[in-house]
């Protein structure tokens, strides 16, 4: 605890009182909630309301999962000759470890050979609950084995905690939380800053049930601070690597969406979770005992308290299916030349500007991707992949993999025209004598060598 904590004015105090009201009140706890889960943990959602509320009836069973699992058996793989250039089926009904998640994500980013090495030791000293232990240790080893300084070592770990599972790569559990926040797309930047002060500062009062001492420290009232604690303990995972954790290691990966080709440049989205998962309905019986006019006034109430609960749990699913469903239709019309020719040609993508086009908060969009795998043409890929948080335009490993089909489809082209071909297609702005570098580097001869080849 730092020997001073910045006050906030009673103005802003009254601001963000109000804003957590607003932000995390029960229902939008709950619906942010159902948004994030995934499949497997929403049908035991379900069965469980199911089970706990009568008003609350299954009108179809679930078939996705037993879709799921017809679905092909596959290896696995290391970053080690890993080749990029080639469709990406690995993950198909066997679901991958926590290991095999984050290498898959390590492999989308533009690592250099040794800091790649670095990357798959530091996610090999990651435990099955998401944290690196004992990391002083482990990085001395590392910055032994390969030479490289201290800050860079750090510097890679914090790219593998920006991966999924959010907090994932946390060194102890009041870390794991601050990532978990940092990536969270809150209503204000103010929000966010407050979480972070009563996770950083007073995570053992909120473990003490203490409200007093961090409403007190930080100028808040105790609904505020009883807000706080709700949203964590609702929307925090203190171990982010139990998903990913079976008896037998075997998991079945389940695709929420399915993207198929449909034509020439054209793709169709089937929403698998709104055609196979299961369908409710409110119970009839339960609807005309409360219309019964005989019923006395508790009976009633208690009624319409399940019927209300039930139709809440309803609109959300409902919510889920069509949140997801806007958001995967944009992420098809977008992603349509990755869908025919892989990685490389992945167009940037924010979550700010899918929130924009869908007219929801970025928030919104951040739990709606996460933990969601959809089956494309290029194989079975996590959601959050197709539209990356923090992409930050087109890597180098990405233009040469541009750079090699190009050569092959049109050698013909100078490379001042590859140039040109790139602004024009693709709006990447990269300069002749760079063209000339990676085809160099790809051991690609010139556009008079090539055409003489053909």
């Not at 990269?430 to 090539?450: E, M, V």
Request: charged fraction near 25%; hydrophobic fraction near 35%.
């Amino acid at each position: 605890m730092p020997a001073y904590t910045p006050k906030l004015s009673l103005t802003h105090s009254l601001t963000l009182s109000q804003q957590l009201k607003m932000v995390l009140n029960p229902r939008m706890l709950q619906l942010l909630k159902t948004l994030h889960l995934p499949y497997q943990d929403l049908l035991e959602s379900i069965n469980k309301e199911v089970t706990e509320n009568p008003a609350l009836e299954l009108a179809k069973q679930d078939e996705l999962l037993r879709y799921a699992r017809t679905l092909t058996h596959s290896g696995e793989r290391s970053m080690t000759g890993y080749d990029e250039t080639k469709p990406d089926r690995e993950l198909k009904a066997r679901g991958p470890s926590l290991k095999e998640h984050l290498l898959q994500q390590a492999r989308l980013e533009d690592f250099a050979a040794a800091d790649a090495k670095v990357a798959e030791f530091l996610i090999d000293a990651i435990d099955e609950r998401g944290y690196i232990e004992n990391y002083p240790a482990v990085r001395e080893e590392i910055m032994t084995s390969t030479g490289l300084p201290k800050v860079r070592v750090d510097n890679i770990l914090t790219v593998i905690q920006s991966f999924e599972p959010d907090g994932v790569g946390a060194r102890n559990l009041k870390e794991c939380l601050l990532i978990q926040v940092r990536e969270y797309n809150f209503e204000a930047e103010q929000l966010r800053q407050v979480m972070h002060d009563v996770i950083k500062y007073h995570l053992d009062d909120l473990a003490k049930k203490d409200f007093a001492a961090v409403a007190e420290d930080l100028d808040l009232d105790l609904e505020g601070v009883q807000y706080i604690n709700d949203f964590i303990e609702k929307n925090l995972n203190p171990l982010p690597g139990n998903a990913f954790k079976s008896d037998d290691r075997v998991q079945t990966v389940i695709p929420s969406f399915v993207i198929e080709k449909a034509g020439k440049n054209a793709f169709n989205v089937v929403n698998l979770e709104a055609d196979k998962g299961p369908q409710l309905r409110i119970s009839g019986q339960y609807l005309q005992m409360l219309d019964n006019p005989d019923a006395d006034a508790q009976t009633r109430a208690y009624l319409k308290e399940r019927v209300l609960a039930a139709r809440l749990f309803i609109e959300n699913l409902q919510k889920r299916y069509q949140t997801v469903q806007n958001i995967v239709d944009i992420i098809a019309k977008t992603q349509k030349d990755f869908f025919d020719n892989g990685y490389y040609w992945l167009k940037p993508l924010q979550q700010d500007n899918l929130a924009q086009s869908v007219g929801v908060h970025p928030s919104t969009i951040s739990r709606a991707v996460s933990t969601k795998y959809v089956e494309t043409p290029q194989g079975l890929y996590p959601l959050k992949y197709l539209c990356p948080r923090d992409f930050r335009g087109y890597t180098a490993m990405q233009i040469k993999g541009m750079l090699i089909k190009i050569m092959r489809e049109q050698p013909e082209l100078s490379d001042q025209k590859i140039s040109l071909w790139l602004q024009e297609h693709r709006g990447i702005d990269i300069k002749r004598r760079t063209i000339t570098k990676y085809r160099l580097q790809l051991g690609g001869g010139s556009s008079y060598a090539r055409k003489s080849e053909t």
